[in-house]
């Protein structure tokens, strides 16, 4: 077979494999996120299945446009909040490390949720248990570009063992956020830490 049809017969194949993102709705109860953060939660949330991001997982309860909750867990030194492909070389992708303070935790975060042009705001910052850590809880309001919508969120991270656990929810200011915050918070002081197989 000629070399050029049988590449071209691989890429078509492999293109074929790549299982398409979808929503997954969650059952009541508990729920681990990437085998290394267990939490409780009510069922009224879907997670996006096929994400391909190995430490960060997004859920939603009334759509991604209206609310969304991420997990990033187990993020090593060095290693960046998301899976970022085709940065240009003058940006660096900011990355983890163990060392990181509260403040800069929220800095490297301020950096993913403001990647696409839209303006943070760090509104208070203090400290938390989480995941069975002395951690900190931060909330802050952003400007999402793409529709100037204005958001309001809230954070919960600790590091353990030199790993950062992050749990982040967003939603408009609008109704959307004082509606899900008592049961986003539930989640947070039920969430505690598996540790590596």
């Keep these: 077979m000629n070399p050029k049809v049988l590449l071209l017969t691989l890429l ?3 293109v074929g494999c790549t299982k398409p993102a979808t929503w997954v709705g969650l ?23 096929g994400l391909q991001e190995p430490k960060h997982d997004v859920w939603t309860s009334d759509g991604t446009p209206l609310d969304q909750l991420h997990f990033h867990t187990g993020i090593a030194e060095g290693e960046s909040l998301v899976v970022v492909k085709d940065r240009p070389a003058d940006k660096p992708i900011p990355r983890f490390r163990k060392d990181m303070q509260a403040q800069d935790v929220v800095e490297l975060y301020e950096s993913f949720a403001s990647r696409d042009g839209s303006v943070f705001k760090l509104e208070k910052l203090a400290p938390a248990r989480f995941a069975d850590e002395d951690g900190f809880r931060f909330e802050f309001s952003r400007v999402r ?38 049961r986003v918070e539930a989640i947070a002081q039920s969430a505690h830490l598996r540790e590596k197989a």
């Design 12 to 14: 078509v194949v492999l």
């Design 27 to 49: 059952a009541p109860g508990e729920v681990v996120v990437h085998e290394r953060l267990a939490v409780r939660i009510d069922g009224a949330w879907s997670r996006l299945d």
């Design 145 to 182: 570009k793409s529709d100037e919508v204005r958001m309001r969120g809230v954070g919960y991270g600790a590091i353990h063992h030199g790993e950062l656990f992050l749990m982040v929810f967003e939603a408009p200011r609008i109704h959307y956020f004082a509606k899900h915050l008592p």
